[in-house]
């Protein structure tokens, strides 16, 4: 098989896959008929992904690169619009493939900094290599800050971009 | 394309992705030429896989399901060797399908109890329901408890079958 043809099928698997995602205990398909999960999940099949929160941290740290930590659901519209702007913004994707650690969870964590003003989806939070986290990179809605429409993806570049000017914490 | 088609197309992209992922800090691989991670990461594509610990406590008590929690590095040949097998056996995939929640990891968790006799690789871990790890369900390795050889297997799906006998805690 060419590689060219490969790629378009990567590309076509990795569509079906991100658009067919259902709960997991939800999915009561028989063996044989499940397509694999991406880590992915839709946000960007050519990212790094990591899998865990304490992964990413290592990365961060490792890479001295800033954490950028998307939540959301796979059966939320909000976070479904959101990363189809996401996966297809070419100045989004190139920031993230080259200046940041990536993380997409769809379960929260048990660090409750990183739900600075609740626990909602879709909700992206910044984390700086020396571990803070970046509450002060915030979205335009004052009841959940850290949220972000597709209409805001300029916004979520710009606070990207942000991320990367690192905090120079005192020891 | 037909039904039938695809399958392949995914079984070949599954194996193209288990065989093929780099180290993520080591891909430098410019943008449009890495193929998407999966989270069975190539121990099962057909498995519903848990991508973090939290996540797969979570459905552990909600489906009242063991947990199977599998360590393993990508570039380990031991964990390789494994990995084959386990995603080869039907009656392994079948039991871990049907009776199990499943979490593979590269990257170790918070929890101390994961390690009961030290961080190795590979190295598997049951977890009942009510959130006790299953010490008590080990290999046949003094010095390693809880790892497994291909040769193993047959002891691990025994393993797999004790873990579904849940423990009774008295609140």
Redesign the interface.
Known sequence: ?SRGLL?V??V???I??SSSLAK??K?IAK??????????RGWG??L????????AL??AR??NKPLMVIFHLEDCPHSASMKKVFAEDKDI??VA?EDLIVLN??????DKHLSPDGQYVPRIIFVDPSMTVRADITGRYSNRMYAYEPSDIKLLLSNMQKAKKLLKTEL
């Open positions: 098989m790629s099928l990567l076509l698997v990795a079906a896959v997991p205990e999915n063996m044989g008929k499940r397509i694999p999960q991406t880590l992915s099949d050519q790094i992904w990591a899998q865990t929160y304490e992964e290592y990365w490792a890479q994707q190139k493939d969870l769809v379960y929260e964590t048990t």
